[in-house]
């Protein structure tokens, strides 16, 4: 979505539709002599991105050169001593130069290599930090055992910094982002026992990799043996992450049983569980249990937020029940929310999908005389349903708007709108809209060629049944 801002439709825009187009549309537009040239140009300068400063210095600051260029522990330990040897004023940071050589080295080699360092610099004195980036370069070497990371945490041990709860967490992480989840619980299991308990923060990270990596019921075991074995037990951020993950995947079933099993834990769901809720039916389209579940949020005591009134809008318009959503717009102005671009695009979103631009186009109104600036995605809901509303001349106003703007084509409005121009007999100007989707990059060049040229043997074959001139 552009971040541009954007202005206000022009007011010939909207009172050319208000009184002539939407009382009496032609069921074909193919005879409006429209061309790109006449769109209205009353966007003000400001509409157009701003250009950041030249100032003569590169866009991004390349990365140093690592110090350490090779493996070998011969010439790692050679370069060390000629630093050290150097002049006395050259600074020389330790757990920088061992964490530039444990990033291109073997475990034991890195070992060896701190073990020459703190030889070298008697008046080195390491710290935590200095084994826990030993132990962020073992957790990373492709090894299908746990065997480099327990050679550090051994080193920890002996040096007298045992693992804390920064070391499970840095670890387990590390061993997650590799892909190597079986091997990061097996470590929680291991330091568990012998030394420290995972945090929440662990936790929760642990169940939310899992959520997305793998089957919900990896998560399930993982909670089960923490809560079995550690008596660890999940929070209400550990259920929020799992009503999240059923509701994306639309199990709303196993998602109202979360919400019960949490309650029996103590835990009273707050305004983000039931929003997630809502969300997964809006996915549904059923306006119906989004409705429901604001009235038992209501019922509990939470009280909804600009999020739960934009999703409970959202979930009616979709479901078509515009008239109850356009109820809530003032129900939630006077609970103390004021709507946002979000809340009028779903409004707009759904009286579109029912034909009513002229409502679309009056809300439009009232949105912006109440000081809330129309979005891209507002601007690409009223193309696509002017196109779909067989508004033809006034679509490609509105496009011209948009392009004043510089506002991105979404790939529904841009597919509806260069669909539209072609059966009308406007060619050129589907090639036209074309061409600023690639440069605008509101599209890969394959997606809009792609929907372009399907319309265009469409439009090839319908002449040749007649059905198209």
């Not at 990059?441 to 792609?450: E, F, G, I, P, Q």
Request: one cysteine or more.
């Amino acid at each position: 979505m552009s971040k541009t801002k954007m202005g206000k439709i022009p007011p010939s825009f909207r009172s050319a539709i208000s009184n002539t187009l939407i009382k009496n549309p032609s069921p074909s537009s193919s005879s409006v002599a429209v061309t790109p040239v006449e769109r209205p140009r009353k966007f003000p300068a400001k509409l157009k991105s701003p250009k950041k400063p030249t100032t003569g210095k590169p866009t991004s600051v390349s990365e140093p050169t690592a110090l350490f260029r090779s493996p070998s522990l011969a010439e790692a330990k050679a370069l060390f001593n000629s630093l050290i040897s150097g002049p006395r004023n050259t600074p020389i940071n330790p757990n920088s130069l061992l964490q530039s050589y444990a990033s291109i080295s073997t475990v034991q080699d890195s070992i060896s290599f701190f073990t020459h360092v703190t030889k070298s610099i008697p008046s080195f004195t390491p710290d935590r930090s200095t084994f826990h980036a030993l132990l962020l370069s073992s957790c990373r070497v492709p090894d299908p055992t746990l065997e480099p990371i327990h050679s550090v945490l051994n080193l920890m041990v002996n040096k007298g910094f045992p693992p804390n709860q920064v070391t499970v967490d840095i670890s387990v992480r590390a061993l997650c982002s590799s892909g190597r989840e079986d091997h990061a619980i097996e470590l929680i299991r291991e330091l568990a026992k012998k030394h420290s308990l995972p945090d929440a923060y662990t936790y929760n990270f642990v169940v939310k990799h899992l959520c997305k990596s793998r089957a919900l019921n990896s998560a399930y075991s993982f909670i089960d043996e923490m809560r079995s074995s550690f008596d660890i037990k999940p929070d209400l951020v550990t259920y929020t992450i799992l009503i999240d993950n059923v509701c994306n995947s639309k199990n709303l079933r196993e998602a109202t049983r979360l919400v019960d099993v949490l309650s029996e834990e103590g835990f009273k769901p707050d305004c983000f569980v039931y929003n997630t809720i809502m969300k997964g039916y809006c996915a549904l389209s059923r306006g119906g249990e989004v409705v429901r579940v604001y009235n038992k949020m209501k019922e509990e005591g939470v009280e909804p937020d600009l999020v739960t009134y934009n999703t409970l809008i959202f979930g009616l318009s979709k479901s078509g029940r515009v008239k109850e959503a356009r109820k809530y717009l003032d129900v939630m102005v006077e609970s103390g929310h004021f709507p946002d671009a979000v809340t009028y695009t779903s409004l707009m979103n759904g009286m579109c999908r029912e034909g009513d631009v002229k409502g679309a186009l009056r809300l439009l109104e009232e949105m912006e005389a109440k000081g809330c600036e129309p979005n891209s995605c507002t601007y690409n809901t009223l193309l696509h349903g002017l196109c779909k509303g067989r508004f033809l001349e006034k679509a490609i106003e509105l496009y011209g708007v948009m392009k004043e703007g510089e506002m991105k084509l979404e790939t529904g409005a841009y597919g509806t709108f260069v669909r539209y121009l072609c059966r009308n007999g406007k060619v050129a100007e589907a090639y036209e809209v074309f061409d600023y989707a690639v440069e605008s990059k509101s599209l890969s060049d394959v997606a809009a060629y792609t929907t372009l040229e399907g319309t265009l043997k469409w439009l090839k074959k319908a002449r040749e049944q007649g059905l198209a001139v």
